[in-house]
């Protein structure tokens, strides 16, 4: 294992320890011991800069299971590498934040921060895996871990909701995904998304390409929020404010982002991954944006700004994904949109990183996130507010900051929709501009509310559960060096261009650069007076109109019902599916065997039945059989004859000896047929059975002669016959030289000795082939044995307290 590989793992390492050193070193804050992990790390991946700068990548490849095609490969482009940096950058500064945000006397802070490394842990996986199954687990991980971060504050109800919707929405994301590499992997036959890379062009004429493409599509916009799945992104703000400035700003919601930019190579040749990335993005960045308006909260704002900006990177890499249709990079104006979507990418971690911190600066040293509370607390925090003019007005789009410039990208990105004669763009591609705008207005409306309600206007301090104050200087660190971020990187943007925004888009666009062509980046300030300028100019005034104006016509949000709300339509589903689900579980959970036999059986004869017909299997031949002779023929009818005469037996001991009678005989079936390894299996379990069956019936009373018969159940004798049916077509049918199937037998009789060296093909197949099916009939033994020793003694517990 290589020394890229344990990075990726050191999180996951270092989490095993935080308990001991929590417990162990109670008067310093766990954080301090914490924060060299992320800070190690980032250290560590600036080293690889150079490389993916040049062009280069890194690859390094753990074998896993190999003989699946599974392999931990950790792979190290332009894309993956400015995720990895931000991964570790935004932790640093979070984790050193939380040191001052979360109290050591009253969190639970070894829970905390082992969640948190966790999460570190599996975002670098997704980010840095090669192989798609890999992928796969990390990206779950970081499912599992966002959930126990969301829902740190338990004992809030709130907290929980948002945990389990997070989960639930974001899992569902995650088979479907799992769902979609299957059949890439069908397609393909590998897992690595290189190799599926390099041959794109076969797979669009494969029919399972577009239901993988969904699937794919699905995971992503499940992880970022996409619309109509981002509803579980404003109740994840229950979470502590460190978490919601980690997850929620620069790592766990742009998994979808980076998935959609790391398999754009794949499908962006086809005009469907076009319009659906494109489309779902514009339409998630308008109904952000508008939604954030009529928010309340800080966070709420927040998360809703958090939707509309992830809308408008998913739509940057669905438009640039136009590039692809192109030769060449000379002119490819829609190399802009993928240029902005990255630019945008950093920039939006570093202000909005910045801002979800100072809304829990406010929250901390206010006790409210409740913007109707708040106001007039510019000279009393004049630092949070500096943050949060810096970080807002990026936000908005307006200079000298780096949001500006990549919002000015966007729009050209949009604009040049006009321009493309390809999959109907130039038709119904007017309303990507159209809604751009129209969000970019409402961007500019919360992005003023922050700031002038939380600073200025009319201080309501009596309404306030805390007197408010600035924050420490230890939790005004960290979103000073990210506002810090957003001037320097406003004011010399080109600090980024060759380093990490080039490298990432020739990630995300292999094709055009794989021919020896450069991508060019430049960013500047002025263009003249271009469209896009007068696009900015029409979405400050108009917004400064509509802020003005906001108690006129913020009545409009009231005019939806919540019932046919997202969040409704979720709550109510969720409800049903568990009252349903309570009521299936009563029907089916009837306390009687039989009812579960009648299921089982059911089952097993419907599918076998129906397998059998759709293979044509059911194929007679009698030229393999061995002569039947006459004790065999004998046997069997004591056998038959035995069963039936359990079902009118009256005496619960002439059942159990009757049942024994069956059991034997199958024994001495085996005897007959020369398995005297079954035969011994056999007679043991019979013996042990009956003599279990007799002590148990030996307490309880006879079968009364008033007690009532159970009736005849017409369904249950039909399937009892169809059981018997079944398994005689599929005795006789295994045998038939026209077999539906392909016969393992001889396999095994090639390979018992080869690959088990053993001589008893029946012992080999139990303990070797079928290891793991041995395994969990032991572990199934050993639980039964312990909850058998539990109850013992639980039994002799309640007796001594009598």
Known sequence: MSLLHLAILLPF?????????????????????????????FIYFIQYMPVTSSGQTVSQTFEWIPSLGINFTAYVDGLGLLFALLITGIGSLVVLYSIYYLAKEKEALHNFYVYLLMFMGAMLGVVLSDNMIVLYMFWEFTSISSFLLIGYWYDKERSRYGAQKSMLITVFGGLSMLGGIVLLYMMGSTFSIRELIGMSGDLMAEPLFLFAMILILLGAFTKSAQFPFHVWLPDAMEAPTPVSAYLHSATMVKAGIYLVARMSPVFA?????????????????????????????????????????????????????????????DENMYMTATIAAVFHL???????????????????????????????????????????????????????????????????????????????????????????????????????????????GKPQFDKLPKKPHEAPIGMLISPLVLVTLVIIFGFFPNLLSKSMIKPAVESILPSLTDAGQEVYVNIYFWHGFTPELFMTLGIILT????????????????????????????????DRSESGSFKLNEFVITGYMRSYLIYIFAFFVAILLSTLGIRDAFAVDTSNLAEIRIYEVALALVLVAGAITILFAKSRLTSIVLLGVVGYSVALF???????????????????????????????????????????????????????????????????????????????????????AGGNMVNVILVDFRGFDTLFEICVLGIAALGIYAMVNFRGVRRQKR
Not at 308 to 325: D, E, F, P, R, Y
Not at 707 to 721: C, D, H, P, Q, T
């Open 13 to 41: 390492i270092a989490a095993v320890f935080v308990p001991f050193l929590f417990k162990g070193f109670r008067s310093i804050h766990t954080g301090w011991f914490v924060l060299l992990v992320p800070l190690a790390l």
């Open 269 to 329: 040749e086809s005009g469907v991954w076009l319009w659906l990335v494109a489309g779902f993005g514009i339409f998630t960045l308008f109904w952000g944006s508008f939604n954030a308006v009529k928010q309340t909260d800080l966070k709420g704002i927040l998360a809703f700004s958090t939707i509309s900006q992830l809308g408008l990177i998913m739509s940057l890499l669905g438009l640039g994904a136009a590039a692809l249709h192109f030769d060449t990079l």
């Open 346 to 456: 950093i920039n939006h971690a570093t202000f909005k990183g910045a801002l979800f911190m100072m809304a829990g600066i406010v929250d901390h040293e206010t006790g409210t996130r409740d913007i109707r509370k708040l106001g007039g607390l510019v000279n009393l925090m004049p630092i949070t507010f500096t943050i949060a003019i810096i970080g807002s007005f990026s936000m908005a789009g307006l200079p000298p900051f780096n949001g500006f410039l990549s919002k000015e990208m966007f729009l050209t990105g949009m604009i040049s929709v006009f321009e493309l004669d390809l999959f109907n763009l130039n038709t119904w591609g007017i309303l990507f501009p159209v809604l751009a705008w129209i969000a970019s207005v409402f961007t500019f409306i919360y992005s003023i509310m922050l700031v002038f309600k939380t600073f200025l």
């Open 543 to 574: 917004g400064t109109l509509m802020y003005a104006t906001l108690a006129k016509w913020q009545g409009i949000y009231n005019r939806i019902p919540e019932r046919f709300t997202i969040n409704g339509v979720y709550d109510r589903s969720l």
């Open 670 to 756: 085996f005897v007959f047929f020369r398995a005297p390894d079954l035969a011994l299996t056999q007679l043991v379990i019979e013996t042990v059975s009956v003599a279990l069956f007799l002590l148990c019936f030996y307490h309880l009373p006879e079968i009364s002669r008033k007690e009532e018969r159970m009736k005849f159940k017409l369904g249950n004798a039909v399937i009892s016959i169809l059981v018997g049916v079944t398994v005689t077509l599929i005795g006789i049918a295994s045998f038939s030289k026209n077999q539906a199937f392909e016969s393992i037998s001889q396999y095994h009789i090639d390979n018992v000795y080869e690959l088990a």
